[in-house]
């Protein structure tokens, strides 16, 4: 399964700041792993740009921790 980061914006719209990243699998791009409903000209990123300082929705990041393999380089074993 892939996913991808879809941005949320904030009263502005997109105009204005992102207010948080949702991470969506790339199935349903519309839906947050959340449940959100996502924009369907939303700015994407990667699923790599996860953990990189984004703000991103904690319910999302979360439920992608489950859903992602394993990666020992991860972790720092190697």
Known sequence: ???????????AGRSG??????IVRTANPAEGMCG???????ETRPET???TG????QQCGSLYL????YHRDYHGHG
């Open 36 to 42: 959100a409903t996502i924009e369907p000209d939303a």
């Open 1 to 11: 399964m892939t996913h991808q980061l879809r941005a949320e914006y904030g009263p």
């Open 49 to 51: 740009d996860w953990g």
């Open 66 to 69: 489950h859903e992602i393999p």
């Open 54 to 57: 984004l703000r991103t929705c």
């Open 17 to 22: 700041e992102v207010s948080r990243w949702h």
